[in-house]
């Protein structure tokens, strides 16, 4: 069982930065690949961004490739999706998930999700 609790969402205007935070509870994280997904009202979940289990590899949708970096922490069980250049698109309620399954953009193959964080971009 994993335990996800994201952080660090808020309002922010176009162009700027945010950092979200996804902290994970249990001893078996590095064990899970890890995702971060974003829904906006009255769309579909949508994915952002993956890591492996050591981090060594990288996935991400193509509209936020070069705009949002994710990265995690093993010793602090976290994950992190850095966030640059932020439209006013990119509002949404964002999730962290974790999974058995890398690299995978659907949210069908991650077991565990957290509550998620809002992200608002004004104009």
């Known amino acids: 069982q994993v335990q996800l609790v994201e952080s660090g969402g808020g309002l922010v205007q176009a162009g700027g930065s945010l950092r979200l935070s996804c902290s994970a509870s249990g001893r078996t994280f590095s064990r899970y690949a890890m995702g971060w997904f974003r829904q906006a009202p009255g769309k579909e979940r949508e994915f952002v961004a993956a890591i492996s289990w050591t981090g060594s590899s990288k996935t991400y949708a193509g509209s936020m490739k070069g705009r949002f970096t994710i990265s995690r922490d093993n010793a602090k069980n976290t994950v992190y999706l850095q966030m640059n250049n932020l439209k006013p698109e990119d509002t949404a309620v964002y999730y962290c998930?974790?999974?058995?399954?890398?690299?995978?953009?659907?949210?069908?193959?991650?077991?565990?999700w957290g509550q998620g964080t809002q992200v608002t971009v004004s104009s």
């Open positions: 998930a974790a999974g058995l399954t890398f690299p995978s953009t659907n949210s069908r193959s991650y077991d565990y």
